[in-house]
Every structure is written in structure tokens, then in C-alpha cells.
């Protein structure tokens, strides 16, 4: 598949027009997925807390172009914002944390604010205008609270051109005002999108407290976090483009098809490949249905999805430490 997607990259409809990739909280890393045609892409990458946020400078060379802000990406226009940087990197947000709602579960003590700040911020479209782009062919959002409003402020032709959209709103709610995982849903099933993912996580519903006094041996402790039943907490969920605007050209059909098939979704990739052939009658369609259909049976013997379930519950040991 690395072959193919070289090919689709250097061709002049994405060498004239790279793929822009937004990510929105992107502390740690930027997003893995998009290592396998990052060189070819233009990323930008957002994050307010800088205690976590740190891109390597050899993660930058793995871009077209990167452009990162660190500020605070929101739906006003304000030139500065408040924000809360709380005890754990990764729960800090524009919103205040509700501490009533995390009340009773182990990752309440993340959310005690030890600081209120005025934080520099700026809106996607502000930022797009800035760098001279005018659309989004991938939007991958983890805002803690605010990821709808974040799309809804897009212009409404941005909205519905994006290609693959990820969202990772929360279920019963951790901060004050947040757009909840209800909220994404209803306003997305007014679009023409198609819901291809979505991944519930959780915690467990009893306080710091509580925990570490039933499980005071360290090695029992981890096995806990893997076995003891979690909450719902909060859900990665994802969209593709159901492409029904007759306007979309060649270019937009090979990223769909690239998208879906980064994401294992062969059998959506070999349906977009085929209305491309029909519309286009350009060969590469037909090379990428032939390695959706390759994807398709290496899966029958990916051990990797077998035991995936396993492997993500292997990895909460150590997510809550």
C-alpha cells in the first residue's frame, strides 16, 4: 500500500493541492494515523497547555509544512481568553471543569484547577485566513468540551468539504457548558456524513480515595484498573464524507479513498473507488480497489485487530496512575 499512496501523492492534483490536516489538541504527538502520507500533507496543530505539547524537530521534518499554534483555538474572536490549567496537562481547558460531575470517579483529582489564565486564542477560520487556506480535508478534534462549536464556527462549505472528521466529546459531562457526545450526534446526522467509528471510554466510578485503600498492593492496583467495570465516560468518534456533492473533482475522491483506507475501512474505500472509475475512467481507481481488496484479506490474519480489545485494556493499566 506504501507504493500506492506515493503514487496518489505525486500526482499533480495533490502536489498542486496538498491534504491540510487540523488537529485540535494535540498534546503529546500529533496524530499517528497521519504518519504513513504526512510528507506530502500541510498539518496544523493546535494546544493551549505547553506543559505536554512538545513536537520534535524531527517530527517537523515528517510534514509538507507545519504550522503550530500553541494558543487557545475557540469560536470567539477574542484576542485573549481564559483558561484552566488543571492538575493533569491533558484535562486543562476554555471551559471550567465541573467538579461536581467528576465527583466519585478515580480521575476527579485531574481536574482540580490549579491555575486560571489568560491564554492568547485565535478561531479556526482566523487561523485558515491567516495561513492562506481555504478548506480542511481532515479535522481531528480533542478540545475537552468544546469540539462541535468548534466545527460549527467553520464556514458552512468548510464544514461539509471536509473529508474524515474526529471528535472525542464527552458522554456525561466534566466541564461547565460542554458539547456532549448527544450534541455531535444530532447536528451530524444533518449532514452528509456517515458515522464510521465509535469508540466508548470510561473510568471507574469510585473516588482516589476509595481505590487506593481497597488496593493497596501495587501489583493488584494495575490489575484493577484493566478488570474493575468502568463508567462512560467519554467517546472517540469518527466521520467520513458520504460524497454526495457532484462537484467533488479527482482530488477529493483519491484522499477519500486514501482516508478510508488508513482507517481499515477497505470496503468503503473500494465504493468510492468504484464511482471514481466511473466518473474519472482514470486506472489509479482501479489500483486502489485492488489493494482494498488485499487490505481486506491481510485483515483475515492481522492479529494486530484480533487483539486489539486486549491491547486496550492491557494499556489502561497504566493510563491512570
Known amino acids: 500500500m506504501k507504493s500506492l499512496i506515493k503514487e496518489i501523492f505525486e500526482r499533480p492534483e495533490l502536489v498542486a493541492q496538498p491534504p491540510v490536516l487540523i488537529d485540535v489538541g494535540a498534546s503529546g504527538k500529533i496524530h499517528p494515523k497521519w504518519k504513513t502520507f504526512a510528507k506530502y500533507a ?42 484552566y490549567l488543571t492538575e493533569y496537562p491533558y484535562t486543562s481547558s476554555s471551559l471550567k471543569p465541573d467538579l461536581k460531575k467528576v465527583e466519585g470517579y478515580i480521575y476527579a483529582p485531574f481536574y482540580k484547577i490549579k491555575d486560571v489564565v489568560k491564554l492568547d486564542n485565535i478561531s479556526l477560520n482566523a487561523a485558515l485566513s491567516e495561513l492562506n487556506i481555504d478548506k480542511i480535508d481532515w479535522m481531528k478534534v480533542d478540545s475537552q468540551g468544546i469540539d462541535l462549536r ?31 457526545l448527544f450534541d455531535v450526534m444530532r447536528y451530524m446526522d444533518g449532514k452528509n456524513f456517515w458515522l464510521a467509528d465509535i469508540n466508548v471510554n470510561g473510568v471507574p ?7 487506593d485503600s481497597l488496593f493497596s498492593n501495587p501489583f493488584y492496583k494495575k490489575l484493577a484498573k ?48 468504484e464511482k471514481g472509475e466511473t466518473t474519472f475512467n482514470d486506472p489509479i481507481f482501479r489500483k486502489i480497489i485492488q489493494a482494498s481488496k488485499k487490505g481486506l484479506i491481510s485483515n483475515f490474519w492481522d492479529f494486530d485487530i484480533l487483539k486489539d480489545e486486549f491491547l ?9 496512575n
Open 42 to 83: 500541510i498539518c496544523i496543530a493546535f494546544d493551549a497547555d505547553e506543559r505536554e505539547f512538545n513536537i520534535s524537530e524531527e517530527e517537523s521534518k515528517d510534514y509538507k509544512k507545519l504550522f503550530v499554534y500553541n494558543c487557545i483555538v475557540s469560536d470567539k474572536e477574542d484576542k485573549k481568553i481564559d483558561f
Open 312 to 320: 486496550k485494556k492491557i494499556k489502561g493499566v497504566f493510563k491512570f
Open 150 to 180: 468548534l466545527y460549527q464556527n467553520l464556514l458552512n462549505d468548510t464544514q461539509d468539504d471536509i473529508l474524515l472528521l474526529e471528535f472525542e466529546p464527552g458522554i456525561h459531562g466534566s466541564y461547565e457548558g460542554e458539547d456532549k
Open 226 to 273: 484493566v478488570t474493575v467495570k468502568k463508567s462512560p465516560r467519554w467517546a472517540e468518534i469518527t466521520y467520513i464524507n458520504s460524497f454526495k456533492n457532484e462537484n467533488y473533482s479527482i482530488r477529493e475522491y483519491l484522499l477519500g479513498c486514501v482516508f478510508c483506507m488508513v482507517n481499515n475501512e477497505f470496503l468503503s474505500a473500494i465504493s468510492l473507488a
Open 205 to 211: 466510578r469510585i473516588s482516589r480515595k476509595g481505590f
